[in-house]
């Protein structure tokens, strides 16, 4: 089985080797199980009080199950019954083994319903989306094949209820197994597989190159904190506990409360003031498998250090994740994903 490797911006290899679709070598009925195990589910859990314990509740099923996708929170004017809503939008993913999607759709929160939105220019699968705050989609990176996982530096974007996907800038890095997020209007672009550099966009002059994540991984989560960036897990040759943070004011990563076990490809969500991680994976050949246990963590004690999470219905990897609502209303919607590693 070959390796992937690429190359960085500055002309450097990752120091890293890849081990990529090593489940996909079987044929018969473990291809059509790991597909099988692809969910439809959709998960939610609210902490009512910060420390006590969450409960978990089911939403409406996507309507194709995926993983490896990317998901976001975004305002629309049409699809709803009481415009504007909110919405998750759910993009990309392995629909198969070997089969990379196009769709996207989105979840409508306060009707618990799903709506078609455009179809993808061309398959994804380990992408990134986050919204800008005009309500513009922005989709960047990925994967298009389920074969030979090159990194893509696409960016698209589908405006607020446009039927088209357009073309933006490409990123400075191909990257695929990134996360994206929007910190005070522009998108800060963190990890993945291509590069170690920040890529940061700006509305109206493009992209731009900040520091390099300290420890350079994929599959990592991230979210928003005080306008800082925590970018949680991952994994290079191994899976990491370690959390880094990265201030875009000034352009500098800083050390995090580190998890308490390594995990990747977890889902994740800052609700209300609780940080938020559940699952994930462990993609060692020999020994890999899910993590089964979920954290969570007082933003404004960290002092008191992670705290265990109360398992979801399923256990999964490479789900989607978004926050939706606020305050004692904010929930972390969990979206498809894959209860196999590797897959």
């Given amino acids: 089985m070959s390796e992937e490797t690429t ?3 500055d002309g450097t290899q990752p120091p890293r080797s890849r081990r990529y679709n090593r489940w996909w070598v079987y044929a018969g009925r473990a291809l059509l199980l790991v597909g099988l195990l692809l969910f439809l589910a959709v998960v939610m859990t609210t902490p009512p009080d910060r420390g006590d314990q969450p409960g978990w509740t089911d939403a409406a099923e996507m309507p194709a199950a995926r993983g490896e996708l ?3 929170v975004a305002m629309r004017e049409s699809g709803c019954e009481a415009p504007p809503c909110e919405v998750v939008v759910a993009v990309g993913g392995f629909s198969a083994p070997f089969s990379t999607s196009t769709r996207a759709e989105a979840y409508v ?3 618990d319903r799903w709506i078609e939105l455009p179809d993808l220019p061309s398959s994804r699968h380990h992408l ?4 800008l705050d005009d309500g513009t989609i922005v989709v960047t990176g990925g994967a298009g094949s389920g074969i030979d996982w090159d990194p ?6 589908l405006a607020p209820d ?3 996907w357009t073309q933006l800038d490409s990123l400075p890095d191909a990257r695929w197994g990134h996360r994206m997020v929007n910190v005070d209007g522009q ?3 963190v990890g993945g597989y291509g590069g170690a550099d920040t890529m940061i966009y700006t509305p109206g002059d493009g992209w731009q190159l900040g520091a390099p994540i300290p420890a350079p991984r994929d599959h990592l989560g991230a979210v928003v904190v005080d306008d800082e960036v925590w970018v949680i897990g991952g994994r290079d040759d191994e899976i990491k506990a370690r959390v880094d943070i990265y201030d875009p004011a000034d352009d500098t990563w800083r050390d995090g409360p580190a998890l308490p076990e390594p995990t990747s490809a977890a889902a994740v969500g800052l609700v209300d003031r609780t940080l938020v991680v559940v699952a994930g994976e462990d993609d060692s050949v020999i020994g890999g498998g899910i993590v089964r246990d979920s954290w969570m963590l007082d933003v404004d004690d960290t002092d008191a250090g992670w705290q265990p999470l109360v398992r979801p219905p399923e256990d999964m990897h490479g789900a989607g994740d978004a926050v939706i609502g606020s305050g004692d209303d904010a929930r972390l919607l969990i979206i498809g994903g894959a209860s196999r590693h590797g897959a």
């Avoid at 990134?128 to 919204?131: G, L």
């Fill in 162 to 164: 446009s039927d088209d």
């Fill in 128 to 131: 990134a989306t986050a919204a």
């Fill in 70 to 72: 990317s998901a976001t």
């Fill in 152 to 157: 893509t530096d696409d960016v698209w974007a």
């Fill in 109 to 111: 929160v306060d009707e």
């Fill in 187 to 189: 998108l800060i672009l």
């Fill in 7 to 9: 190359v960085d911006h």
